[in-house]
DNA sequence: GATGAAAGTTACTCAAG
DNA sequence: CTTGAGTAACTTTCATC
């Protein structure tokens, strides 16, 4: 995982559909030498896959709400993770601090959140929800490639 | 914006680099008549791009974290933007509530979040931050094109 | 690492039903 | 919408430097 590689995957995060032509001529390789490394980054799985990013509005989702969620115990936590089911629910974590579950969630509307919230709390074990609703979306992308001061250090010759 | 679309997003936000042979069988149409849907919802922007899949822990950032930001006004909130600049912040989001901002952070270890935190203070108009730390994730995914109910409407004739 | 080349596959478009 | 066809482009690998 050197600097090449960290350009390569900064290259396909933003289009992952480029030739590997093109990509070589941005990362500064020929293209057989950025197909191995691609190929290798697959194999190493630092590369999971590759998807499509979708317009939210576009496909009836237009609300955003992240929702915390508090358990009386840990027992009924394997049915709780069910929800990965719904499509409406895109990430879950567990957190650290006064709460035990972090789930984003995205739905039509208000009335949505409100069924898919009933939903949680049909889980017993389930104590209270605290429901913060995005109003706007300055930023959302993948986990990116670079690190703080790798731009800063690519342009040093050398 | 029908059940045919619905499956060819499904099936590309699993595997964006499938042919077009490959996609019209899984959703039930010819390859032209899939890639003539594609090509349409490229133009519509219901698909944005395309994009990659990383694993967070081989391009070293292990550690998660949602931020709340707190402001005393919002007349700094410009500089406050700049932000997305950093790799490290895969989302931002004004949300409604007791905070103002909601960031996703990801980062090398408990040292680089403290470090983007003293970032975040330098700004003048930040009161207060409040983080919650991902001690496991349990999914993580991109918009679903399917709402609840889809699938099940799917399975019946006609 | 670069170049050049080769074979196989796919993308993309179109005509016709 | 389907089938069938066609060209251009790309992927993928390999031999060579």
Same mark, same amino acid.
């Not at 115990?73 to 009924?76: H, I, N, V, Y």
């Not at 069910?82 to 895109?90: A, H, K, M, N, Y």
């Given at each position: 995982m050197d600097t090449f590689d960290r350009k390569i995957l900064s290259a396909l995060i933003e289009d992952a559909e480029m030739s590997y032509e093109v990509l070589g001529q941005r990362v500064g390789l020929s293209p057989p030498a950025a197909h191995a490394r691609v190929k290798k980054l697959r194999e190493s799985g630092a590369i999971e896959h590759s998807t499509l990013k979708i317009d939210p509005v576009k496909v009836g989702k237009p609300l955003l709400a992240f929702v915390f969620v508090d358990f009386a &115990?840990? &027992?009924?936590s394997r049915k709780l993770m /069910?929800?990965? /089911?719904?499509? +409406?629910? +895109?990430e879950i974590h567990s957190v650290a601090g006064d709460s035990g579950l972090l789930i984003k969630v995205r739905t039509r509307d208000a009335h949505a959140l409100e069924l898919f919230l009933a939903k949680l709390y049909e889980n017993s074990g389930v104590q209270t929800t605290k429901s913060y609703i995005v109003l706007s979306t300055f930023l959302e992308r993948g986990t990116q490639a670079n690190a703080t001061g790798d731009w800063e250090v690519d342009l040093l010759p050398g």
């Open positions: &115990g840990w &027992g009924k /069910q929800i990965d /089911q719904f499509p +409406e629910v +895109e």
